[in-house]
């Protein structure tokens, strides 16, 4: 299985300021995906990220407020913009390995 | 719609006392089912896949299955390290890789 590391774990931010979160993987990957995982709730997909190319974003999710690099196989960013209370979440990136999603251990944002 | 329900929301097991968690699915053309382990403030833990109806996956106390509506994550003689949230999720059809994930099972044993 893929190794996946997220930075930061965890943050508190101010509303209106902005949060880059980073994800690395252990081995070169096509595909990299972001997700969104509400208080309470089961994780939405935010975004797929490929190397070389544009993401591709969920309806309900625009690359205003979540733009996505994906500069090489194993690294890529989600920043969340102008953050509001409402995106206080745990925010989670993964890869496709050998027909499985694997995970990373998640980032938890709080915004005050 | 594409649609992932699991049921039930939580649930209470004695040490040793074996039980089945439920996911049924709506999806027009199943690719294949997941199953996840969530740990409280940890990124979901990859369990099993399956494709086809009639597929069974088996790891330690836990054996999934699945038919064409549905599928069972059945755990057996469950210890307290069993206790998390399980996940299901479903891939849906089309050019890439996406998860429909169902809002999980929360599971706690108690010795």
Redesign the interface.
């Known amino acids: 299985?893929a190794v996946?590391s997220q930075k930061p774990s965890r943050d508190i931010c101010q509303r209106g300021t902005s949060l880059t979160i980073q994800c690395q993987v252990d081995s070169q990957v096509t595909?990299m995906?972001w997700y969104r995982q509400q208080p309470g709730?089961?994780?939405?997909?935010i975004a797929?990220a490929n190397q070389g190319s544009e993401a591709?974003y969920e309806s309900g999710f625009v690359i205003d407020k979540f733009p996505i690099s994906r500069p090489n196989l194993t690294f890529s960013t989600l920043t969340v913009s102008n953050m509001s209370p409402e995106d206080s979440s745990i925010y989670?990136c993964?890869v496709?390995s050998r027909?499985?999603?694997?995970?990373?251990?998640?980032t938890?944002l709080t915004v005050l | 719609e594409d649609q992932v329900t699991q049921s039930p929301e939580a649930l209470r097991l004695q040490e040793g006392e074996s039980s089945s968690l439920n996911c049924s699915y709506t999806v027009s053309g199943l690719r294949g089912l997941f199953w996840y382990r969530q740990d409280p403030g940890k990124g979901p833990e990859f369990l099993f896949t399956l494709y086809s109806a009639g597929e069974e996956k088996e790891k330690e106390r836990l054996k999934a299955t699945l038919t064409k509506k549905e599928s069972f994550l059945h755990i057996t003689a469950p210890k307290p390290e069993d206790s998390a949230t399980y996940l299901c999720a479903v891939q849906a059809p089309g050019g890439y890789n996406k998860l429909i994930f169902g809002a999980g099972t929360r599971l706690a044993v108690h010795p």
């Open positions: 299985s996946i595909m995906f709730q089961s994780l939405t997909l797929t591709t989670l993964s496709v027909e499985a999603e694997f995970f990373g251990p998640g938890r």
